[in-house]
DNA sequence: ATTGTTCTTGAACGATCGTTCGTGTATTGT
DNA sequence: ACAATACACGAACGATCGTTCAAGAACAAT
């Protein structure tokens, strides 16, 4: 899974993967039958099971409100900002690199779209409850606007890890969101 | 740069731009020194110099306001949208496949992200000339948004090209500018 | 027409690609 | 302790990778 995250699916060959696995390409082809791109699936699904909540964090609990949507595009930033942040998000990569021509890539991506645009959507609308928007703001119309930025977020960070930049980005988008 | 644009950097083997191009291997590096790498910072060239002003169209130009932004995001979904469409702008496919690990292809998305905000920019400081949107708006700062979203609009298109969702964001990234 | 120059050609290189498989080594059950 | 089973190994496969280069064709100038 680091592997493919840090250099794209066509970038790290099986040997990469033995190397970074310990594990020869025997046993690889054994416990994955589908081969290289079976070792890609498994990795999306690991990446999507155990990175991705621990990034999404509180944002998918139950009373999570605009302060946890907050938090997680700081995260974002933050990680983008970081020397191993250039690698992005797997997904995001993926999409880029495979979704175009690998059904079951744009499959797995688009359900991550998914996830995140549920997770914002909830966060809104418990915000309108608690009164900390406007009740006029429609919350799955903003989700998709967020979902978007922070996939932007990644795209740029790639080219351009500069914190004014990123944090601009940002704070627009959550103009009148407070 | 079709082949680039379509498949990618890695995805494509000097044999599919010689099948391309019509142009054999021994002419292909005699008129590209540097090779492979060089025949891609030849097609971000070309790309930049004919695609980007196309698609850029009126935006560009001086007199250029919201509309013409608008009108940048319509055909940016328009095209995602289309068949061929999937495959992206080949600036944002180099940002996430080579970026990280290419600084020569780093500097010239970030080139082009720059050209963009500019463009962004200007026009949105028109546009507060003309009385078009309140004075109160920063357009810097939301020129870095619009950016932000006009790339997370291609990773998104690229998963899930649907219609609705994409017009959701670009109408979400419009909302205070009418 | 002939020479000198430029450009094109396609075969071939070593390296690496993804994948397979026969062999050897643990592990398990009795 | 031994047989049966499952697992791990790494050498090797054909294919393709990016790249080079000697030889030939096309062109220009005299």
């Not at 696995?21 to 690991?46: D, E, I, N």
Request: with cysteine; proline share 5%; glycine share 10%.
């Amino acid at each position: 899974m680091r592997q493919f995250w840090k250099r794209g699916y066509r970038a790290t060959s099986v040997d990469d993967l033995v190397r970074a696995t310990g594990v020869r390409p025997g046993s690889l082809y054994s416990a994955f039958p589908g081969g290289k791109h079976a070792l890609l699936m498994g990795s999306l699904q690991r990446y999507s099971r155990l990175v991705v909540p621990q990034k999404l964090g509180e944002l998918e609990q139950p009373g999570a409100s605009v302060a946890q949507v907050r938090a997680y595009f700081d995260g974002l930033v933050r990680d983008l900002l970081s020397p191993e942040g250039r690698q992005g998000c797997l997904l995001v990569n993926s999409a880029i690199e495979n979704a175009a021509v690998d059904p079951e890539v744009a499959a797995v991506v688009q359900g991550h779209l998914a996830r995140l645009e549920r997770c914002f959507t909830a966060a809104l609308r418990t915000a309108i409850r608690l009164g900390e928007i406007p009740a006029s703001m429609d919350p799955a119309a903003r989700a998709k606007g967020l979902v978007a930025t922070s996939q932007g977020l990644m795209v740029v960070g790639k080219a351009n890890p500069d914190e004014e930049v990123l944090r601009a980005i940002v704070d627009n988008a959550f103009t009148g969101l407070s």
